[in-house]
């Protein structure tokens, strides 16, 4: 073999050496994007399309899309143009964790200019939060009830081809002082949670890990303790079995303009945060339902938390009957049929997820 022919080959194995970590390079930079955001637990996918929301076992996903010119638009003067004057009910409390069983928060009226002042101004060490209602108390929130629906030009708006594949089942502004955090909790429709202003974390949990979370009716006793990271410790004794749940949490931080997809039934706390020298973190959320399981849901759901209708009968049952039937037997044979009855639930449960 000639020395040129040799030579060559070095030089065509080098190239190819060089090539493969370039490639190597540009693949982890691409995963790196994939996963962009994603803080803690599993990584967060990042999709640009909607193709995948009615998939039966989609994970929350960060969508790159237009939510429109609210992101430039909404400035403190331009939300007191159309709700200043408003009379609005306000969360306020003294602790940024609000927890919705122990309600360590009070409910007041404010009028909407003075809670944006006490928003940005120093405020006393006060949290604040408004969740937009309808003002008729049957019907769920929208952009219009409050009147920031019309505004085509500096509105908000979702991609039609995100919204046709589901019926809208309401649009809801919300607006928070920093740091407060929103209690864990679940919803029973699909949500796009959009970020207008500030910036927000999101912590969420897949829906096997609902036993593990404290919940009763849709929210957790935990509050929203787990934002308070100094505190993990103690909440790790108080509700020992969420340390798992944690450790396999989904994590994001939304930014002006992204729109996160939370599928019904993912456990989810947010944390408000500012961005620079504004102090309101701002989003607005539209809550959606499949039409194939619409028939399920309640009419009546103001809040997008009341339970399925099957759901409802079952819960019910389970309250009315089984329970004050197994609290009959003595304390062996309960503790026995309470054990039974949970490992045939539990079977369910893994061929429910399995199959879903
Ligand atoms: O961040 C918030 O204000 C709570 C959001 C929320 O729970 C939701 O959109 O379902
Ligand atoms: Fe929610």
Redesign the pocket.
Known sequence: MSVMATSSRKTALVGLLSLTSVAALLIRRVLRAWRARGLGGTPFQVVQSGSRLLDPQVSPLLLKVSIGHCVRSWSDDYLRRYLGGHKIQVHVSDTPFLNFASKNFAYEVADFDSFLSRLQGENGNKFL?Y?SQHSKRNKAATLEAIGLGGDVDHGFSLPDELLLPFETHST?L?I?STGLS?WL?Y?VCD?F?CCIRGR?R?ILFHPDDIGLLYISGSSSAMGSRLFAEADLPQLWKEFPLAKAAWKRRHEIELHAGDVLF?PAFWA?????LPHESDKA?I?V?T?VLRRDTMSLHDPKDVW?NRELLPAQDAVKAFEEKILPSLAKLPATARSFYCRKIAAQLQLEAEAASASG
Not at 268 to 272: L, N
């Open positions: 939060y969740r809801v919300r928070a929103m909790h919803d949500n949670l927000k999101v939370l989810h706390c947010t944390q408000a973190s989003s959320n809550f997008a």
